[in-house]
């Protein structure tokens, strides 16, 4: 695009100011989940690929889960329980979210250096990858098809909205603020 800019044809700042007011259009709710779901993945990626950093990227993987999982419960689940077709499906995925919070606790009790502490995070892993398995999939098909799209992209911004204060209010919290 750069090229096009440089030329000064019409029709190349036609293309660069479409590709502009796309890439600055509010992702929809599953987008913005979709692109927390790789940020999770990759910051256990490098937790596994660095295993002497891992004690520091564990605190952050922990909390982005209980930030994500909480904005996710206030955004898309409570829209889509308003389906009674999609009332068991996210009574479902509420659950795995406290099952997944228990096991994020007890890894937060337990000293990195325990031997069990490896154990404990490839189940809590394991947990989390068959539970965005099944949302990436169902729920989010279900809410591309049940959603209108503006309703999509308000969500989507709620959801970065909810993301961004409990990100704010944990540097508050911790003297950043």
């Known amino acids: 695009m750069v090229i096009f800019a440089q030329t000064k ?24 989940l979709a692109t927390d779901h ?16 891992a004690a520091q990227i564990y605190p952050g993987v922990s909390a982005d889960l209980r930030w994500h999982n909480a904005a996710e419960e206030q955004t898309l689940y ?8 999609m009332r068991a499906q996210i009574e479902r995925s509420e659950d795995q979210h406290a099952h997944l919070d228990a096991m994020l606790r007890r890894l937060d009790v337990t000293p990195f250096d325990h031997p069990v502490w ?5 189940a ?6 068959d539970h965005l398995a099944v949302e990436e999939t169902r729920v989010f098909s279900d809410a591309r098809r049940l959603l209108p799209l503006p309703q999509q992209r308000l ?3 709620r959801y970065e ?8 209010g944990a540097k508050i919290g911790a003297g950043y603020g």
Do not use: H
Not at 118 to 122: L, N, Q, V, W
């Open 9 to 32: 044809e019409p029709r190349a700042r036609i293309v660069i100011r479409r590709a502009f007011v796309r890439a600055t259009v509010q992702p929809t709710i599953t987008e913005a």
């Open 38 to 53: 790789a940020a999770v993945r990759q910051k256990i990626a490098m937790m596994l690929a660095m295993p002497r950093r």
């Open 78 to 85: 409570q829209a889509m329980s308003r389906f009674p077709s």
């Open 118 to 122: 490896m154990s404990r995070f490839a």
């Open 124 to 129: 809590a892993r394991k947990a989390l990858e």
């Open 155 to 157: 969500l989507g911004a």
């Open 161 to 168: 909205r909810l993301m961004t204060e409990q990100a704010e």
